[in-house]
C-alpha cells in the first residue's frame, strides 16, 4: 500500500467510543479553564497584583489550557476518566488554599458568603462561557485533526465510518453548534425593528471566505494527492462548504419564520429527515450510492453525504439560534445564572433521554447522515459542556469576591458587590476595573481571530502529514510535534492580539 492508502485505512472504518467517555473528556476544558483562574486569584493574593507579564501569561495559559488536552487525547488517554477527578481535586487544594487565608480577614461564616454571592451583580453584557465554548471547541477541533494522524490518538476518538460516537463526530456538530450562538440572528438588539431579509443579506456576504476555503481545501488535495475519507462527505464536498450552505438555509428559513420559533423549525427538518431515512430508500443511498456498491458517478452520487447530512446539521444550527436567544435574555445577578444553569442541567438531562428513545425507535448515531439521533446527541453534549463552563464562570466569580481586587480575564465582571459585603470583607472589582488591567490572555486571542486559527491549524497538519511519517511516530516524538504545532498557532493568535490585530476583511 503506498503512504496514502495507509492514511486513509488508518482513519476508516471506526466505530466510535461510549458517550460516557465522551463526557468525561467535555469535563477537562471547564477544570483547564478553572485551575488557570484559581492560580491567577492566588498570584494576585502572594503579590498583590494580576500576572501582566505577556510571555508568562501565555506560557501558562498554555500549559494550562491547551497542554492537558494534548496529553489527555494521546498518552493519558487510557486513565482518562481519572484525569477530571485529577484536576478537581487539584482545583480543590489551590481553592482551599486561597479561602484559607482569606478567611481571617473576613471573619465571615461560609453560608453567610454563599448568600451574599448570590445576590451579587454581573455584567449583563458579557456572556464569558460563549466565547469560551466557541474558543475550545477550535482548540480541540485543531487539536484532533492532526492527532489523529498519530497512533497515540486512540482509533475510538476518531470518526466513526457509519454509525458510532467518536469524538471528533461530536466537533464537527459542536462547531456548527458555536457558529449559531453568534450568529446576526442572536446578536440582533430585539428592540430594533430591521428589514426582514437583512441577516440573509449579511450572511451572503459574510460565508464567501468559507467557500472560498472550500475551494483551496479542494483544489489543494486533489492536486497534491493528500489523503482523505470519502465517505466523510464525499469526493468533492468539505466541512467549510457545508457550514457556508447551513447558514444561507438558516438564515433563509429564519427570515420566513419567527426566530424564537427557531426550535420547532429545527424540530420539523429533523423529523423529516429521519422520517426519509427511515421509510425511503434515501439511507441505502447514502450509505450505498446510486448502484449499492458505492458508486460516486454524477455530483450527487459523489458527494451524498456532505448534501444530505446538511438537513441534520441545519437542525442544530436551528436549535443553537433559539438557546443563543436565550442565553442572552437579561440576567445580572448570580441567583439569576444558578436558575439558568439547572434550566440548562434538565434541557441535558431530557435530550439524554430523548437520545435513548431516539435510538430505541430508529437507529444509532450516525455522523455521516447526521440523523435525527446525530442531532440529538450533539445538542446533549454541546449544552453539557456549555453547563460545565456557567459553573466554571460563577465559581471563579465566588472566588473573586474573596480575594479583594482579583480578577481573571475571560471570566464575568462583576459589576456590584452585595450591599453587606464590604462590611463583611467581601467587595467586588469596581466597574472597568478589570478592563483598565487589560490582563493578557490566549482565549481572548483565539477569540478575535478564530477563522484564522482553523485555518493556519489546517494548513499545518497538511504540513506535518507531508514532511513526517505519522502512522510509525513514538509517543515522544509525536507529543513534541502535537505541542510544537498548538504553540506555533497559539503564539501567531497572541502576537495577533497583543498587536490588536483583527484579520477579518469582510
Known amino acids: 500500500m503506498s503512504q496514502k492508502q495507509l492514511k486513509e485505512a488508518f482513519i476508516s472504518n471506526l466505530n ?7 463526557s468525561a473528556g467535555l469535563s477537562l476544558p471547564p477544570l483547564c479553564l478553572l485551575c488557570r483562574g484559581l492560580l491567577l486569584i492566588l498570584y494576585y493574593l502572594h503579590h498583590g497584583k494580576p500576572l501582566s507579564s505577556r510571555k508568562y501569561s501565555l506560557l501558562l495559559d ?3 489550557l491547551v497542554s492537558p488536552l494534548v496529553f489527555s487525547c494521546t498518552v493519558l488517554s487510557p486513565i482518562i476518566f481519572f484525569i477530571p477527578v485529577i484536576l478537581a481535586a487539584f482545583c480543590a487544594g489551590i481553592f482551599s488554599k486561597i479561602y484559607s487565608q482569606t478567611k481571617w480577614e473576613a471573619r465571615v461564616p461560609f453560608g453567610q458568603i454563599v448568600k451574599e454571592f448570590q445576590k451579587a451583580r454581573l455584567d449583563p453584557e458579557c456572556i464569558p462561557a460563549i466565547t469560551v465554548f466557541r474558543v475550545y ?13 498519530f497512533p497515540q490518538y486512540p482509533r475510538r476518538y476518531a470518526k466513526a465510518e457509519t454509525y458510532g460516537t467518536g469524538a471528533m463526530d461530536l466537533g464537527v456538530g459542536a462547531f456548527i453548534f458555536g457558529n449559531a450562538l453568534v450568529c446576526p440572528e442572536v446578536r440582533q438588539k430585539p428592540h430594533r425593528t430591521q428589514p426582514r431579509f437583512s441577516s440573509l443579506a449579511r450572511q451572503v456576504f459574510s460565508v464567501w471566505p468559507l467557500i472560498a476555503l472550500g475551494v483551496g481545501r479542494l483544489l489543494s488535495v486533489k492536486s497534491i494527492e493528500y489523503h482523505e475519507h470519502t465517505s466523510e462527505y464525499g469526493v468533492h464536498w468539505n466541512f467549510f462548504f457545508t457550514l457556508a450552505l447551513v447558514r444561507l438555509a438558516a438564515s433563509l428559513l429564519l427570515a420566513i ?11 420539523a427538518v429533523a423529523v423529516l429527515y429521519q422520517l426519509l431515512l427511515s421509510t425511503t430508500s434515501l439511507k441505502m443511498f447514502i450509505l450505498h450510492g446510486s448502484d449499492g456498491r458505492g458508486s460516486r458517478l454524477g455530483f450527487l452520487d459523489a458527494n451524498r453525504e456532505g448534501l444530505f447530512s446538511l438537513f441534520g446539521y441545519l437542525a442544530i444550527y436551528l436549535v443553537s439560534v433559539q438557546v443563543g436567544l436565550w442565553l442572552l435574555q437579561h440576567r445580572s445577578s448570580v441567583r439569576g445564572w444558578l436558575e439558568a444553569l439547572g434550566g440548562l442541567a434538565l434541557a441535558v438531562l431530557l435530550l439524554w433521554v430523548l437520545l435513548q428513545l431516539c435510538q430505541a425507535c430508529t437507529e444509532p448515531v450516525s455522523r455521516r447522515m447526521a440523523n435525527l439521533p446525530f442531532c440529538t446527541w450533539v ?20 472566588t473573586k469576591l474573596l480575594v479583594k481586587g482579583s480578577s481573571v480575564p475571560c471570566c464575568w465582571k462583576v459589576v456590584q458587590a452585595p450591599d453587606s459585603g464590604k462590611k463583611q470583607g467581601m467587595e467586588a472589582v469596581p466597574v472597568g476595573r478589570q478592563d483598565k488591567l487589560s490582563q493578557p490572555c490566549l482565549i481572548s486571542a483565539i477569540n478575535k ?11 499545518m497538519t497538511g504540513a506535518v502529514n507531508i ?6 511516530s513514538k509517543a515522544a516524538f509525536t507529543l513534541c510535534i502535537l505541542h510544537l504545532y498548538m504553540f506555533l498557532n497559539c503564539l501567531i493568535m497572541y502576537i495577533l492580539h497583543a498587536r490588536n490585530i483583527v484579520l477579518k476583511f469582510w
Open 16 to 22: 466510535g467510543t461510549s458517550l460516557l467517555e465522551i
Open 62 to 64: 498554555f500549559l494550562v
Open 137 to 149: 471547541v477550535n482548540v480541540l477541533t485543531s487539536i484532533s485533526i492532526l492527532a489523529v494522524d
Open 257 to 267: 419564520f419567527p426566530k424564537h420559533k427557531a426550535w420547532l423549525v429545527a424540530l
Open 379 to 398: 445538542l446533549a453534549h454541546c449544552l453539557l459542556l456549555l453547563a460545565f463552563f456557567v459553573l466554571t464562570d460563577l465559581s471563579l466569580v465566588f
Open 449 to 459: 481571530n478564530q477563522l484564522l486559527f482553523f485555518l493556519l491549524a489546517n494548513v
Open 467 to 472: 514532511l513526517i511519517d505519522t502512522i510509525h
